[in-house]
C-alpha cells in the first residue's frame, strides 16, 4: 500500500491492517464499536425519539464474538505499531474494561487510564441509573519498559503550568463541528471532539509522526493530525462516514510549521553536569551556595562537590543529606547570589545549554 501524508482506505480494519508495513506507526488512537446491547428505542420525557447508536457496526452475537473481534484487531495493531510507539482506545462502561483485559494480555503496558468527563451528558431519561458522564481512554505502550513520546511540558504549559491531569473535562461534540446530513441528523452517533484529539495528539506525538485510527468514523483524527502537521491513516468501511471524512479533512487547512513547535522536555536537552559551570567558571571553587530560603550555606569545591560542615557530595547528594530526603534535585534546589538576590543554579546550566546551541 502507498501510503501518503493523508491516506484514507475504505475497507475492513483488520484486512487493511494486514496490508501495513511491520513498525511503521507511531502512534494509534482507537474508537472501535462499544457493543452497546440496546434491545429498544429510548424515548426523552415529551417522546420524541433519542438519536442513540443502533446501527449494525456495534452489533455483536455476544460478548465471545465482541472478545475475539478486540484480541483481533489489537494484536493486528501491535504488529504495526513501532517499538516506541503507543496506543490510545476509548469505550464506555459497556466494553473498556473488556478491552482492557485484551490490552494486557496481549503483552501492550498500561500508561494511564484517563476519564474524559463530558460536560454536556445526555440525562438518563428513564430515571433509572446515574447520568452516564464519562468515558475512559486507556494509553499504552507496546511492552512494558519500552519507550515513547511523551510531551509532558507540553501539556504542563497548556494547563498553565499546572501538572497535566488524567480526568479531561471536554464537551460532546455539538454545535458547527458536529457533522449532519441534509435533514439535520448527526453523520454519526459517537463523533468524538476535535479538542480530545488534540490534547491526545500533543501529548503523544511530534510533527510529522504517522497517526493510525482503525475506525475512522467521519475522520475526527484525521482533521487534528492534519492541522498539527502528523500524518495519518484512517480505515473506515462505511461509505457514508468516509464520504463526510474526505470533505472534512480536504477544508483543514495545516498549521504554519512554526506554530507546530511544542515546549521541549529538560529530559531530552543535553546532560550538562554541575562541574562544568565550575570549568566554564560561572561559579567558583568556594563560592557559597544557599538553600531555597537561604538558611543553609554550602561551598563550591573545585571537582564540583559542595562541602557543608562535615557534610560533602554532589549537588543532589549534600541536598538530600540537609533535608533528610531520600532524594533531591540539586539544580533546583541550591541558589547563587546575584544582585537581585538569590537565583536556583539551574538558570547557569540553562546558560551553557543556549551557548551550546
Known amino acids: 500500500m502507498q501510503l501518503g501524508p493523508e491516506t484514507i482506505v475504505a475497507g475492513d480494519c483488520l484486512e487493511v491492517l494486514r496490508s501495513l508495513p511491520d513498525r511503521s506507526v507511531d502512534l494509534i488512537f482507537a474508537d472501535p464499536p462499544y457493543n452497546l446491547q440496546l434491545s429498544g428505542d429510548l424515548h426523552r420525557p415529551n417522546q420524541s425519539r433519542v438519536d442513540g447508536v443502533d446501527q449494525d457496526w456495534d452489533r455483536f ?34 466494553n473498556i474494561f473488556r478491552v482492557g483485559a485484551a490490552v494486557q494480555d496481549l503483552g501492550y503496558w498500561i500508561l494511564n487510564d484517563v476519564v474524559w468527563r463530558k460536560a454536556n451528558p445526555m440525562p438518563n431519561f428513564k430515571g433509572t441509573r446515574l447520568a452516564n458522564a464519562h468515558e475512559t481512554l486507556i494509553w499504552a505502550s507496546k511492552s512494558r519498559g519500552g519507550r515513547y513520546t511523551f510531551n509532558y511540558d507540553a501539556l504542563k504549559v497548556s494547563n498553565d503550568d499546572l501538572q497535566m491531569r488524567s480526568d479531561w473535562t471536554f464537551p460532546l461534540c455539538t454545535g458547527e463541528e458536529r457533522l ?3 435533514d439535520g441528523v448527526k453523520t454519526h452517533p459517537t463523533q468524538k471532539p476535535e479538542a480530545l484529539l488534540h490534547r491526545l495528539l500533543l501529548a503523544s506525538t511530534r510533527p510529522g509522526d504517522l497517526v493510525l485510527d482503525p475506525f475512522f468514523g467521519t475522520g475526527t483524527t484525521g482533521a487534528v493530525a492534519k492541522r498539527l502537521g502528523r500524518r495519518f491513516i484512517g480505515i473506515e468501511r462505511e461509505p457514508a462516514y468516509l464520504e ?22 529538560k529530559k531530552s536537552e543535553p546532560r550538562i553536569p554541575f562541574g562544568q559551570l565550575v570549568e566554564a567558571g560561572l561559579l567558583r571553587e568556594g563560592d557559597s551556595l544557599w538553600c531555597p530560603k537561604g538558611q543553609r ?50 538558570d547557569l546550566r540553562a546558560r551553557i545549554r543556549a551557548q551550546a546551541a
Open 61 to 94: 452475537a455476544d460478548f465471545a464474538s465482541y472478545d475475539a473481534f478486540t484480541r483481533a484487531w489489537l494484536l493486528a495493531a501491535k504488529r504495526v505499531l513501532k517499538p516506541n510507539g503507543t496506543l490510545w482506545v476509548i469505550g464506555s462502561y459497556h
Open 297 to 346: 550555606e554550602a561551598q563550591v569545591r573545585a571537582d564540583g562537590s559542595l562541602v557543608h560542615g562535615d557534610k560533602s557530595g554532589s549537588i543532589h547528594k549534600l541536598g538530600a543529606l540537609l533535608e533528610q530526603a531520600p532524594a533531591c534535585n540539586g539544580w533546583t534546589y541550591w541558589r547563587y547570589r546575584t544582585d537581585r538576590g538569590l537565583a536556583p543554579i539551574d
Open 180 to 182: 449532519k446530513d441534509e
Open 244 to 265: 463526510a471524512a474526505e470533505r472534512r479533512i480536504a477544508a483543514v487547512r495545516p498549521s504554519p510549521s512554526g506554530a507546530l513547535a511544542v515546549t521541549g522536555s
